[in-house]
């Protein structure tokens, strides 16, 4: 069926309306206000948009499979916290592991920790994070409990767990290979950067060139197919959620080193924030529909966003109201895309 | 009065492709059982959901105690005294059972300004209902916690309560026990002698000259015939249903037999209703058919050999071996595949490519370094099969949801081939699908036979089954009634035979 030149104009503006809609707001802001367009703001919208990328990569395979994740806020707290206490500078005065009272327990000797070398940390924490997102995804798949009430229960147990940990106090004076990671950069780009590139294109490769991610993708398009196509769906789903708190504890790492610190209310309701984040790019909420792109155009777009009201001196209060109703228009020209096709 | 409470006039109804009914008519006797018969895909349905609404004729007029009017919803039915028991039932099982009466109608009263829901009259209204048809449930119990039976009862009562003049009744007894048919015979008496018409779809013989007092046959979407019941011997009623020429749009059969490839012994399944006591073979090279009425259990059978559905006993045998099969996978690892029924539920991926469709089965075959997709090679694969089944699409990248329904069956199928088992079953291979794409499936199929394949095909379909099949099994409320292994046996009569057996 051949499309006349007024069809093929609507389907672009319907397929690409966010996007177009996002580059008029970033010229208009360059133009009207002094310092949107310059090398320093882009540095800090791309270092904030890295480790908000890596927890939207994680929770894009939740949403794929038709899922989401509400622990991933705090399990970025979590993480953060855990990789903020084996950090620590020797000599900081308010040092986690001399002061706190359960370290201390038992033959009153003090537990004392050297700094950990940064990779054994950042492994450790991701290992520990994926053991919950196991359970979390163990009940999911075997139990059949649904996603939103499994990870529920999740992001209390992590919430406890974690101020249980930290005696709900704050962590600072993180050794300087740990801040190197914010601080750092290479070819002119943060290490964060870097770094929420790297699991771009992990995730990438998983979603494209690996039997998980194409079995991801059948499970989200049809569960029931999937088990009669012989697909491992339990299995499948189990990974996902493993992967997906791997991916959360990462993020928690990258916002500590940014911050020079962490307590367990870091990346508080950044789940949200992701999850938005996929909707706005094109990962489907009702399965099967999403790619690494469609994760970094959301992102850039809700924190390119943000950037542009607060220069155009809009009230942080009111920029909440500007998000939401991006958010539906995005959701709704995403829905459309698929709806014209049946 | 006129001398018919409903009449059906020259119904017309296409869908895209298939001429569902083509100038059928109806006309039911005030105070009778009507049966409407005809095989599967007969139009029976269709013609029922015409009258009540659910489809809009595309010509043809219903006429209401010889007036005119216009259906255009399940309301409007309603509103015209037209009331439907349905094949399967849509209660809201966790209300109760006046809730479920009213659903849509609530009597209201009120108190001020305030409309609120008069549940007291809702429920005596229920009770004075169903004290009509001689029950007495309690009407504020959720409706989950009567039998099937008795909430068709239920329905029944919504009916009369609606005052319907005409009450269509779809397949209303297979689900029902014994007992309860007895009950639903007494209470469609009574209905009887209040004036009611009563259209009776049914395919079990013996219920039909219980009840019934006129039949109509219906064949291939188009009229046969009405007929005092009494008149009509069972074998004079199947002759007129099944009364057509094979059209010879099947291959010929060149495949030869080899030896036994898969035993099932006495299955189970862990319901009661279901198929139980299951005991048949099938060897390289043959095709098993598998015919019986809608409800047999044959799609149930099938996909509790293949692990979709639960076992309470019974073996599997494949190549001699018992082989143990908990989930799908469980089968293909034996070697069985299974095109399921019902493509859209769980055939296709609907928003994925044909290339994901066809690949997920066979992902595990195609790795490099035991990891990374082997992308060039499937797109081959992918690319020999869309050639192969001349699968109409302008590339392997389309979404399989914008193709026609025999494309997508011939997407499923490329998926078994590639992934290549020793057994094939195909349940309904070909529903709704068009001639042209049917004969090409007939020809895989006889082209996977010669390879030494063996495949069962279920088929609703008579002539499918006779023409296609080597060999037909035929089962009945579960249970496998007749096993027909003579090209000479092989009639339509004597399948019809073995599926309304009881």
Wanted: some cysteine; glycine content about 10%.
């Amino acid at each position: 069926m051949e499309k006349t030149q007024k069809q093929k104009l609507t389907d672009f503006l319907i397929n690409n309306g966010v996007i177009i809609v996002m580059f008029i707001l970033v010229i208009y802001t360059g133009l009207t206000t002094k310092n949107f367009l310059t090398a320093d703001n882009g540095m800090n919208l791309l270092a904030n948009m890295s480790y908000r990328l890596v927890i939207a990569l994680g929770i894009a395979g939740c949403v794929i499979t038709a899922g989401c994740d509400l622990s991933a806020g705090r399990m970025i707290g979590f993480g953060a916290c855990l990789a903020g206490t084996l950090m620590q500078k020797a000599n900081y005065s308010g040092r986690f592991f001399q002061s706190e009272p359960w370290a201390s327990m038992g033959n009153g000797i003090l537990l004392k920790i050297s700094p950990m070398n940064p990779f054994v940390v950042l492994f450790l924490v991701m290992l520990i994070c994926a053991l919950f997102g196991t359970i979390t995804g163990w009940f999911i798949a075997y139990l059949s409990v649904p996603p939103f009430i499994a990870t529920l229960a999740m992001m209390e147990i992590i919430y406890g767990l974690g101020l249980l940990y930290t005696n709900a106090t704050p962590l600072g004076g993180y050794i300087e290979s740990y801040t190197i990671f914010s601080t750092g950069k290479f070819l002119g780009l943060s290490y964060l950067i870097w770094i929420a590139l790297l699991m771009a294109a992990i995730t990438w490769f998983i979603f494209n060139m690996t039997r998980h991610g194409k079995y991801m993708y059948a499970i989200g398009g049809n569960p029931q197919a999937a088990e009669v196509a012989g697909v491992p769906v339990n299995l499948t789903l189990v990974l996902i959620y493993a992967k997906a708190a791997a991916f959360y504890g990462m993020a928690g790492y990258m916002l500590g080193a940014k911050a020079g610190g962490a307590s367990v209310n870091t990346g508080l309701g950044y789940e949200m924030e992701a999850i938005a984040a996929c909707a706005l790019g094109g990962v489907s909420v009702t399965g099967g529909r999403g790619k690494v792109s469609s994760a970094f155009i959301g992102v850039a777009v809700l924190e390119l966003l943000k950037t542009a009201l607060q220069y155009l001196g809009v009230s942080p209060n009111a920029q909440y109201i500007a998000i939401g109703i991006v958010i539906f228009i995005a959701a709704s020209l995403d829905i459309r895309k698929y709806l014209t096709k049946k | 009065m006129a001398e018919y409470k409903l009449e059906m006039k020259n119904i017309s109804k296409s869908f895209p492709g298939v001429k569902a009914l083509d100038q059928v008519q109806l006309s039911v006797r005030p105070g009778t059982v009507h049966a409407l018969m005809g095989e599967n895909g007969a139009g029976k349905s269709t013609l029922m959901k015409c009258l009540f609404g659910i489809y809009k004729m595309d010509q043809g007029e219903i006429y209401l105690d010889g007036n005119k009017v216009e259906i255009n919803n399940p309301d409007d039915a309603m509103l015209h005294g037209v009331a439907m028991v349905h094949q399967e039932l849509q209660p809201v099982l966790a209300r109760s059972v006046s809730e479920n009466m009213y659903l849509g109608r609530f009597p209201v009263k009120k108190i001020g300004p305030i409309q609120m829901i008069d549940h007291k009259k809702m429920n005596q209204d229920t009770e004075k209902w169903l004290a009509e048809l001689g029950l007495s449930y309690n009407v504020k119990a959720p409706l989950s916690s009567l039998s099937i039976g008795q909430m068709q009862m239920v329905e029944i009562a919504k009916a009369v309560s609606h005052d319907a003049k005409v009450i269509i009744f779809d397949e209303p007894t297979s689900s029902l026990s014994d007992k309860e048919v007895e009950f639903l015979f007494k209470v469609m008496g009574d209905l009887k002698k209040k004036g009611v018409a009563m259209i009776y779809i049914s395919h079990k013989m013996d219920e039909i000259k219980r009840i019934s007092d006129d039949i109509t046959i219906m064949r291939d979407g188009t009229y046969v015939g009405t007929w005092p019941a009494e008149d009509m011997t069972t074998e004079q009623i199947i002759a007129k249903m099944v009364g057509r020429e094979l059209s010879n749009i099947y291959p010929e059969h060149h495949h030869s037999i080899g030896e036994t490839i898969m035993e099932v012994e006495d299955l189970t399944s862990i319901h009661e209703k279901s198929f139980r006591g299951i005991s048949f073979s099938i060897k390289k090279g043959e095709i098993l058919g598998f015919g019986g009425l809608v409800g047999a259990q044959r799609t149930e059978l099938m996909e509790g050999i293949f692990g979709i559905r639960h076992l309470a006993k019974g073996t599997i045998k494949v190549h001699g071996k018992e082989v143990k099969i908990k989930r799908p996978r469980d089968a293909m690892d034996a070697g069985i595949g299974m095109i399921t029924e019902d493509r859209r539920g769980n055939g296709i991926f609907g928003c994925l490519s044909i290339k994901d469709n066809v690949g997920v089965s066979i992902y595990k075959k195609y790795l490099k370094a035991g990891i990374m997709l082997d992308h060039p090679s499937i797109n081959k694969v992918v690319d020999d099969n869309i050639k192969r089944l001349s699968i109409k699409t302008p590339s392997m990248k389309e979404h399989i949801g914008n193709l026609s329904g025999g494309n997508q069956q011939k997407v499923i199928i490329s998926r078994w081939l590639a992934k290549d088992p020793d057994i094939l079953i195909m349940d309904e291979p070909t529903r709704g699908i068009d001639i042209g794409a049917k004969h090409e499936i007939y020809e895989i199929m006889e082209e996977l036979a010669k390879q030494g394949k063996a495949i069962i095909m279920i088929s609703s379909e008579m002539p499918e089954l006779l023409g296609m099949a080597d060999r037909i099994c035929v089962m009945c409320n579960g249970k496998l009634t007749g096993e027909l292994n003579q090209q000479e046996e092989m009639t339509q009569e004597n399948v019809m035979n073995f599926a309304t057996m009881f």
